[in-house]
């Protein structure tokens, strides 16, 4: 029988999403210009990249030995150089250049070349043109990175012979020098490169470790954390923070060192609370990180572009990968160097070394790669059928489809053949499902692309059906049953309640019920007495939390014995109460042949006297007696029955 449905919430639906395997993101293009000069001691001739957006256009800006190469992307599969700005200094030993943009300006450093300056490109006339429109050495020569808190609108120039600078860029094309460090007043160290927002500055000081600052007084900066001492510690060189300020990617550019989760919720204690890596060799080197979302994107020297799903910053998972060197792996410095994820587009760009630009499709965020099954009951009885609506993410592939499986507590589910396209949502009917005995399982939807998997559960229970109830006593046809027996059967399982019904007719069984109880033993006792030579017919329905199984339904015939005065006092109908003109006896359950009748006033007098006969009706005229009270005494043998009764006028 089914049982009533409980809703399930659905707010407590959980998700988990996982990799088949981590995905290699598609090349869309490449650039490279090989008349570029190249550095004497790595063989390169590319640097740092960065990506913006202009009328409309995406573009990509790369360094290079030489100059910073402005790279229209209106067609990714085949970027092209639109704009050339040439290095206030260039040549062979060039091997630093660094770029951000800012409200349609790019600012641009480099890291060697005593004529070295900062550099300031307009780009506002793309893709027809840019222009330069600051190229100056007055606040910064030479600068191994540069940082842009777009909050405070302030560029920061790191390792900036050897000190921060930080600048007022409020005028975008005019800056204005604020502080330098380390300086009387503050000893920031060396730092490498830096994330900065909202003036709170996490600074890589390379030895030194990594620094938390507040810089929104640039004169009186103030150091509020430091990390100087961690697990698999090496050159402390890039990082960047989750969109909520929790936590900071660290990277460490020393060969065979992990990226770092490091906590940041209190900075007087940073702390960090895993590590990861691609693990694909000892001398894997990270190298640059940036957040898209809940992917993480870093360049990865050698192994080119390494992706991580971090929406469990503490647990990240090994998301895809594309390599743009397709040198042998060495401990030294080669390949992928800069990675940009933040185009609108999800267009990703990569600067290779040696390599140049690589443009890829960027890879679908872990919230679109989900399958989220909608269990309408959390509650069914084995062998019934769900219905369940699933839903898979509009980030699986279209091309290979989405399949479909399923599980119950780890066993496998028969689910029929489907191949779904992205951001589908079906509904599937299963049947057959395993009980769980009564506690709570995981129904577990899998959903693959050949790429990606996602698993979405809900808890559920399918409770087991109890066995269905054998009757023993009375058993079936029996006869000279007594007129308050005991009911037994045999227990149909454990945590199991039953329902006695006790009826006068097998077919119409329900509608002719004389009783109805519950009970958790597998005995009943009959508290009530039953006529005596009488046919009845009882059944026991077995329930396990709303799940029933149904007895046979058994006969049994009472038999004529004599019933104890205290039985008899129970088999009598005296009625209506109060009383008027009649007063009708129901005496039918009485075996007695011969029983003396007397109703006597509350003043001790015998007002009415009769002989009866039992196993009939009466039916009494008291039209003679008064309003009051009487007491009705029947006497068979050595019995008494005595009866209050009311009458009134």
Known sequence: MKRAITLFALFALAFNLLLAQPAEMPLLGNWHDDDLIVTSWLGSRYNDVWGFVMNGGEYAAIGSTEAVHIIGLSDPGQPQEVARVNGAYMGSNLVHRDIKEFNGYLYCVADEGSTSTLQIIDLHSLPDSVSLVYNSNEFVITAHNLFIDTAAQRLYAVGAQGKTKVMDISNPIQPVFLAAYPNAGYNLPYVHDAYINDNIGYMNCAGQGLWVVDFSDPQAPVTLGTLTDYPDQGYNHSGWTTDDGHYYFLCDETHGMDIKVVDITDPTNLTVVAQFSPGLWNGEIAHNVIIRGDLLYAS???????????????????????????????????????IYPLLPSNTILASDMQGGLFVMAGLPQPADIAVQPFVPQSELCEGESLLVPVAVGN?????????????????????????????????????????????LAALTFFANDGTFMAEGSNELIVHPMPAVPELQSPANGATDINFQPTFEWVNSGTNVNYLFQLSEDSINFDSALLLEE????????????????????????????????????????????????????????????????????????????????????????????????????????????????????????????????QVIR
Not at 312 to 333: L, S
Request: proline share 5%; charged share 15%.
């Open 300 to 338: 990865y020297y050698y192994n080119g572009v390494q992706v991580w799903d971090v929406s469990k910053p503490t647990q990240p998972r090994y998301w895809g990968y594309y390599d743009t060197y397709p040198g042998q792996d060495e401990t030294f410095y080669a390949g992928n160097w800069g």
């Open 395 to 439: 980030g699986f592939s279209s091309t290979a489809g989405v399949s479909l499986s399923a599980e119950l507590a780890g066993l496998p589910l028969n689910l029929p053949a489907m191949n779904l396209a992205p951001g589908d949502t079906i509904v599937v009917e299963l049947s057959g499902l395993p009980q769980t005995a009564d506690t």
């Open 518 to 645: 519950t009970t958790q033993g597998n005995s009943f006792l009959l508290s009530q007495t039953l006529d005596s030579f009488h046919n009845y017919y009882w059944r026991v329905i077995a329930d396990n939390a709303g799940c029933f199984s149904y007895s046979d339904i058994f006969k049994f015939t009472t038999g004529l014995i004599e019933p104890t005065s205290e039985q008899q006092a129970g088999m009598i109908r005296v009625y209506p109460v109060p009383a008027k003109e009649h007063l009708n006896l129901d005496l039918t359950r009485l075996l007695s042949e011969r029983i003396n009748l007397k109703i006597v006033s509350s003043f001790g007098k015998n007002v009415v006297s009769d002989n009866l006969v039992g196993g009939s009706k009466y039916d009494l005229d008291i039209s003679g007696l008064d309003s009051g009270s009487y007491f009705l005494f029947l006497n068979s043998g050595n019995t008494s029955i005595v009866r209050k009764v």
